[in-house]
T-cell receptor, first 111, second 115 residues
Framework: GQNIDQPTEMTATEGAIVQINCTYQ??????LFWYQQHAGEAPTFLSY??LDGLEEKGRFSSFLSRSKGYSYLLLKELQMKDSASYLC????????????WGLGTSLAVNP | DAGITQSPRYKITETGRQVTLMCHQT?????MFWYRQDLGHGLRLIYY???????DKGEVPDGYVVSRSKTENFPLTLESATRSQTSVYFC??????????????FGPGTRLTVT
């Protein structure tokens, strides 16, 4: 079957580092997305990993291991505005180009 | 300004009425998508389009109709609205998913309530 798993909720402290994990099972795999979604707003694109390894974009980094079906989003120097839901989505290979979405990880950053 | 817009942003309608949600993007992206987002279900794909005049069903297409006569527009129609279609609807657009540089961007969403 096809499935995305990520923790439902996480809590962290302002200024700290947090890692949000995502595991996936798909019949075919092209790459993995991370999105940020604040309450009542649209998802905002963070990263798209196709190759194994770590990609860094400022305070946010995303890692992919295709052999393990595993990804994580690393947030450094946490700020209060980082409190949001983080969505992991796998792009299915093949003609349908469909994204398989996780339910999201709700991150609360406390002062 | 470049981007992706949706209209209306909020809509209340009655059961049985036809409703059309509009989506417009200015990036000339080839791919466009319609999702609904409900608590406990996350984002679910309703329909998508790879190019003008090419559309395909997603995960939950029943009760919805789409068209794409122009690259920039991708309207979603609820033929006869039901209460189960109360949701937040997001339109998205993106480049070719086969490319390593693929990105997908979301519109601001339409909050639809069916009474």
């Amino acid at each position: 079957g096809q499935n995305i798993d990520q923790p439902t909720e996480m809590t962290a402290t302002e200024g700290a580092i947090v890692q949000i994990n995502c595991t996936y099972q798909t019949s075919g795999f092209n790459g993995l997305f991370w999105y940020q979604q604040h309450a009542g707003e649209a998802p905002t694109f963070l990263s798209y990993n196709v190759l194994d390894g770590l990609e860094e974009k400022g305070r946010f980094s995303s890692f992919l291991s295709r052999s393990k079906g595993y990804s994580y989003l690393l947030l450094k120097e946490l700020q209060m505005k980082d409190s949001a839901s983080y969505l992991c989505a796998a792009l299915n290979a093949g003609n349908n180009r469909k994204l398989i979405w996780g339910l999201g990880t709700s991150l609360a950053v406390n002062p | 300004d470049a981007g992706i817009t949706q209209s209306p942003r909020y809509k209340i309608t009655e059961t049985g009425r036809q409703v059309t949600l509009m989506c417009h993007q200015t990036w000339s992206h080839s791919y466009m998508f319609w999702y609904r987002q409900d608590l406990g279900h996350g984002l679910r794909l309703i329909y998508y389009s790879a190019a003008a005049d090419i559309t395909d069903k997603g995960e939950v297409p029943d009760g919805y109709v789409v068209s794409r006569s122009k690259t920039e527009n991708f309207p979603l129609t609820l033929e006869s609205a039901t209460r189960s279609q109360t949701s937040v609807y997001f339109c998205a657009s993106g480049t070719d998913p086969g490319q390593r540089s693929y990105e997908q961007y979301f519109g601001p969403g339409t909050r639809l309530t069916v009474t």
